[in-house]
């Protein structure tokens, strides 16, 4: 499935959203203001941006290379790469 990008005004209503909207599925990217995530099966995870106040954090024993086989390693280079300006 492909990834796809889901914007949203603050971390809060991207929590939020991921928890209860079909539409978001494991993997898609979430843009909440300056804050960019992916989400992992439930839980939108950091990628890039200001310190985050609602989404989690990979361990720091972890990369996204190695994070469950590097399931998400795609979604987050491309999160990664976007241009938020």
Known sequence: MPVTIHK???EEEAYDASQCWD???DGDILIAANVVGVLIKAWPTY???PQPK?????APTETWES???GKYFESA???M?????
């Open 8 to 10: 949203f005004p603050d």
């Open 23 to 25: 539409e978001i599925h």
């Open 77 to 79: 280079k491309i999160a």
């Open 54 to 58: 609602q989404f989690h954090r990979l």
């Open 47 to 49: 990628i890039k941006g």
């Open 81 to 85: 790469c976007l241009d938020l300006e």
């Open 67 to 69: 994070f469950e086989g």
